[in-house]
């Protein structure tokens, strides 16, 4: 059975003063003439830490990871690693290792060749190298393809001996360029939970680069989320999901529901926003950061909100629509409501009994409500 290793509540060494980050990253930037790839980041990441890097293509975030392995000079900052100053410091010297996104294996070497190649410069005997490419292999499910060469391989197949050959020579950091993107569903989600229960069994930083939104919650202790070359975003799987800073962080982390509108009141715990898009005040926990007169936005998650056919009691945030379009996901469906003003708002609602038939079908009249502690409140 495969298990989880993740950090553990009390285990979050970003929230200790008195804790040393394994890699300091001091206001880094990349420019390319006058465009700017990466600008003025600064992190802070921990030893044992699974941090990912995440965003759209063209964000920075690859650029980034290879200002870390040393295969691009920033153009302003600076990246220590275990109190040194790298930026002197040669890729194969560095105590880093990188898997690419292009396999880049020998094809002329065989599997168990390409997955042993990077221990030939370290002091292994040959017993031990041999045990060491074995579990490699088996870790990768390739067990029994050691003798073939690459283009025996499909690409899901290449991708995963150049994951492997990254982990066996155990560096202290680990950079993964989109490690998983060429395996299918089933596969990418095992290996996710293998490279977990390895990174905790060596003890490894894992600095992955992704810009698939799930496999960043399962595999990150925290998340980066970059655009245009600046980091918009640091926490937690959850920090980022539930309590994005910004549209952008709320629209690109899952799907949310932006509803615009003017703060009218507020009291205690509680901001009141009149939203003409949709026709109805909203009411949403808060505590105390805005003022009657601003303009912001509400983002609600689509499983935050309920769906019915007749009005919810005590809803204080309650929608009236229509069902324009739906889809059927297997475990859950989700609604996609048209208000009376137009406005279209997205619904999620588990599928909690096996039935061919539709609880809420197309075209019904439905009522959509949820919490004031269901949204949050941006400006931005």
């Known amino acids: 059975m495969i298990t989880s290793q993740r950090q553990t509540t009390t285990d979050r060494p970003w929230l200790d003063p008195a804790s040393t980050p394994q890699i300091v990253i001091e206001g880094v930037g990349k420019s390319y003439g006058d465009f700017v790839a990466v600008g003025n980041v600064s992190l802070s990441i921990y030893k044992g830490e699974m941090f990912a890097l995440v965003g759209a293509s063209g964000c920075g975030k690859t650029t980034l990871l290879r200002m870390l392995a040393g295969f691009v000079t920033p153009s302003a900052g600076r990246i220590i690693i ?4 790298m930026t002197e410091v040669p890729p194969y010297e560095r105590p880093v290792n990188m898997m690419f996104q292009s396999y880049a294996l020998f094809p002329h070497m065989s599997v168990e060749d390409n997955i042993g190649y990077g221990l030939r410069r370290l002091n292994v005997d040959a017993t031990a190298r041999r045990k060491r490419v074995d579990e490699a292999l088996e870790m990768v499910q390739l ?4 003798k073939r060469k690459p283009h025996q391989l499909s690409g899901g197949q290449r991708q995963r001996v150049a994951l492997a050959r990254a982990l066996i020579r155990r560096p202290k950091v680990l950079l993964l360029d989109e490690p998983l993107s060429a395996l299918d569903k089933k596969l990418r989600e095992s290996t996710q939970f293998e490279l977990m229960d390895l990174q905790h069994e060596v003890g490894i930083t894992f600095i992955v680069v992704t810009h698939d939104q799930d ?5 990150a202790s925290r998340i980066a ?3 245009k070359g600046a980091v918009i975003q640091t926490g937690t799987p959850a920090e980022v999901y539930e309590f994005p800073r910004t549209r952008f962080v709320a629209d690109f982390f899952g799907t949310a529901n932006l509803l615009e509108g003017t703060v009218i009141a507020t009291e205690p715990g509680l901001v009141t926003v009149k939203s003409a898009e949709l026709g109805c005040d909203l009411y949403i926990d808060d505590v105390g950061r805005y003022h009657a007169g601003e303009r912001v936005w509400a983002a ?3 499983e935050k909100i309920r769906v019915s056919k007749t009005p919810i009691e005590g809803g ?3 929608l009236k629509g229509v069902v324009w379009e739906l889809g059927y996901l297997g475990n859950r469906s989700t609604y996609q409501i048209k208000t009376s003003g137009g406005k279209i708002v997205t619904a999620v609602a588990q599928n909690e009994r096996r039935t061919l038939d539709w609880a809420i079908d197309w075209s019904d009249e439905v009522y959509l409500s949820w919490e004031p502690d ?4 941006l400006q931005s």
């Open 215 to 219: 496999e960043a919650m399962t595999l």
């Open 225 to 227: 989320v970059m655009d």
């Open 82 to 85: 275990e109190g040194v100053d």
């Open 316 to 318: 204080r945030n309650q």
């Open 143 to 146: 067990g029994a393809l050691g």
């Open 374 to 377: 269901s949204a949050v409140l």
């Open 300 to 302: 609600v998650r689509p």
